[in-house]
């Protein structure tokens, strides 16, 4: 009995279903996303916790997509995984039979579907943990962080085009300088759009709540997201195997 659930969680059919259940979540969700922006504007700016105890649970009916496309997710991983481990079983019990350079050309798709599984779960992580903030830019604001760090807006300074006319009083840049401490030790930072700050393992990314050019209302998003490591891991190593995989597959079909 449970070499048969095995086996059918690790099916081919099963993955086919959960990708078709993924695709229709999305195109449901870019539909609720933007017929229902104020429910959803914040879900990229907290935990899913948060936002789910703050906003989502007071909207069953607009979120449902969102649960479909969670738990599609989480068994299209525990698919992969098991699948992944079927092949890998199969073909180190047939290692002796084949050379070590077929051995790893047949065993590179498995390692890329473990490099899958370590971005989807670091994607995981980042959703459920970390710490997600906006602060609106005001002078003297001030907010503290869970490693005992404390932050200060001292000032901003917006630049404008002074020509050419078309684009004359538009908003060219803005910066925004920070006072930062840790364990009594005292340093200034600035930031400005597209140059984010990067300190004791937190980012800080300047952007923009109302486009104007007079007025602009400026926040700073600080974050700290543990998933990446495992996502850029995953992508790194992913790149690397695909870049000695096709190569080498189109040198086996020529030589054939």
């Known amino acids: 009995m449970l070499k048969r659930i095995w086996h059918f969680c690790g099916s081919v059919k099963v993955t086919f279903w959960l990708l078709l259940i993924i695709a229709f979540s999305l195109a449901l969700g870019s539909y609720y996303i933007k017929y229902n922006p104020q429910i959803f504007k914040n879900l990229s700016h907290s935990l899913f916790q948060d936002w789910f105890r703050h906003h989502g649970q007071y909207y069953p009916e607009k979120i449902w997509w969102l649960v479909m496309l969670l738990v599609s997710l989480f068994a299209l991983g525990i698919n992969t995984g098991i699948c992944t481990l079927n092949r890998l079983m199969s073909l180190f019990s047939k290692q002796k039979q084949i050379s070590t350079k077929i051995f790893f050309l047949k065993i590179i798709p498995s390692l890329t579907h473990i490099c899958f599984l370590a971005m ?94 007079k007025s602009p209302e400026l926040k700073i998003s600080i974050k700290r997201d543990p998933g990446i490591r495992l996502i850029l891991f995953g992508f790194t190593v992913l790149i690397l195997l695909m870049v000695w995989y096709f190569p080498q597959i189109n040198k086996n079909i020529k030589g054939g």
């Open 120 to 213: 989807l779960s670091g994607h995981l992580l980042s959703m459920i943990s970390g710490y997600n903030e906006e602060l609106p830019v005001e002078a003297g604001v001030k907010t503290s962080l869970p490693t005992k760090a404390d932050i200060e807006i001292l000032k901003q300074n917006c630049d404008y085009y002074l020509s050419p006319e078309p684009i004359k009083g538009s908003l060219k840049q803005c910066t925004v300088s920070l006072k930062l401490q840790m364990q009594g030790e005292t340093t200034q930072k600035q930031i400005s759009f597209l140059h984010p700050l990067y300190w004791q393992g937190y980012s800080f990314h300047l952007g923009m709540d109302k486009r104007s050019s």
